[in-house]
């Protein structure tokens, strides 16, 4: 029984540790500022920048639930994606930096978003374009609830507990 026994929390526990390659946080989404500015033939701005009203659907000063999706270290790197309950905002490789993680996702048109990630609990994005004659320039912040212990973890010890009370009734008999 007792080899048994460890080799069933030996598999829990690397079951456990498995779940954390990829996963899955909710937290919040600031669109902090959103602005287009005026660049006629790539020339300094001849009209002062103009507010937009918001960006990525959610409206300029307002705090969004969040979804952050990290899926497996690839040593240097992380695939991570960051999105709203109606849009995916940022998705792409971010490479470990001394204060965190950074990417750049481009493709929109002459566009692209630059995130940052201190690798725990808050980040920023940008995304800037250069669309003719007006550029966008957007400012987001996002922060991560405390992650709580997955269940089988918060399970475990119970597990644990009743092999060592099985055991212990099969000493008394």
């Known amino acids: 029984m007792g080899i048994r026994a460890l080799c069933a929390a030996a598999a829990v526990a690397v ?15 600031t669109l902090v500022s959103a602005y287009e500015s005026h ?53 792409s490789v971010l490479q470990r930096t001394a204060e965190g993680y950074s990417g750049v996702e481009s493709g929109y ?6 995130l940052t990630w201190d690798g725990t609990l808050s980040g920023t994005i940008s995304y800037a374009s250069e669309e003719y004659p007006w550029a966008k320039n957007v400012f987001g912040s996002f922060t991560l609830a405390p992650v709580p212990l997955p269940a089988a973890a918060a ?17 008394v008999s």
Not at 15 to 29: N, P, R
Not at 48 to 72: H, L, Q, S
């Open 39 to 91: 660049h006629p033939f790539g020339s300094d701005p001849v009209e002062p920048d103009r507010p937009m009203p918001g960006y990525w659907n959610v409206a300029t000063g307002d705090t969004v639930e969040a979804f952050i999706t990290v899926i497996a270290d690839f040593g240097d790197s992380v695939h991570f994606t960051l999105g709203t309950l109606t849009e995916t905002i940022f998705s």
């Open 109 to 114: 048109f002459y566009g692209w978003e630059s």
């Open 15 to 29: 079951g456990v540790g498995s779940a954390a390659e990829a996963a899955t946080y909710t937290g919040a989404f």
């Open 155 to 171: 399970l475990l010890p119970l597990g644990l507990g009743a092999l060592a009370l099985m055991r212990r009734r099969r000493r």
